[in-house]
T-cell receptor
Framework: GQNIDQPTEMTATEGAIVQINCTYQ??????LFWYQQHAGEAPTFLSY??LDGLEEKGRFSSFLSRSKGYSYLLLKELQMKDSASYLC??????????WGAGTKLIIKP | NAGVTQTPKFRVLKTGQSMTLLCAQD?????MYWYRQDPGMGLRLIHY???????AKGEVPDGYNVSRLKKQNFLLGLESAAPSQTSVYFC?????????????????FGPGTRLTVL
């Protein structure tokens, strides 16, 4: 079966750095996506990785290791507005997205 | 650009009633999707469409039907609602659905419809 695992909840302090991990087992791989979802709102696109390595975009970075079936999202200089759920999704061999259940990130002052 | 819009935003149904959820996008995207999101679970694909006039089943299609008569619209129908269909429904669209290049398969989501079936 296909599976995406990520921690259910994480807590971090404003101004700090947090790393959200995602491991996957899918039939094929055509890229990995990270989305942010604030409570009661739609998911919004954050990043896309298809090759191994680190992609940096402002305060957010995303890393991929295809051989390990592993990715992480790194958030720096945390702000209160970063409190949200972060969804990891993998595009499988049929070009369908398989979604993790999401990691709820709580930022404390 | 409004992006992806959904109507209604909220709805309460009784078991056995029917309803249609409407999704519209103004980005000229070919692919459209209907997902449901339940607590503690990832988004699950109900049905999707690769272009006007075409539809296909996703992971959890039972109890739902869809139509894509116009490129910009994707309708999700519940013929006889059941309490198990209580969920948040999201529509999404993408330029294409296969990795034809960076960003072309990124999905953009509507605001969601919160449906309760009593």
């Amino acid at each position: 079966g296909q599976n995406i695992d990520q921690p259910t909840e994480m807590t971090a302090t404003e101004g700090a750095i947090v790393q959200i991990n995602c491991t996957y087992q899918t039939s094929g791989f055509n890229g990995l996506f990270w989305y942010q979802q604030h409570a009661g709102e739609a998911p919004t696109f954050l990043s896309y990785n298809v090759l191994d390595g680190l992609e940096e975009k402002g305060r957010f970075s995303s890393f991929l290791s295809r051989s390990k079936g592993y990715s992480y999202l790194l958030l720096k200089e945390l702000q209160m507005k970063d409190s949200a759920s972060y969804l990891c999704a993998v595009m499988d061999s049929n070009y369908q997205l398989i979604w993790g259940a999401g990691t709820k990130l709580i930022i404390k002052p | 650009n409004a992006g992806v819009t959904q109507t209604p935003k909220f709805r309460v149904l009784k078991t056995g009633q029917s309803m249609t959820l409407l999704c519209a996008q103004d980005m000229n995207h070919e692919y459209m999707y209907w997902y449901r999101q339940d607590p503690g679970m990832g988004l699950r694909l109900i049905h999707y469409s690769v272009g006007e006039g075409t539809t296909a089943k996703g992971e959890v299609p039972d109890g739902y039907n869809v139509s894509r008569l116009k490129k910009q619209n994707f309708l999700l129908g519940l013929e006889s609602a059941a309490p198990s269909q209580t969920s948040v429904y999201f529509c999404a669209s993408s330029y294409i659905g296969t990795s034809g290049g960076f960003g072309t398969d990124t999905q953009y989501f509507g605001p969601g419809t919160r449906l309760t079936v009593l």
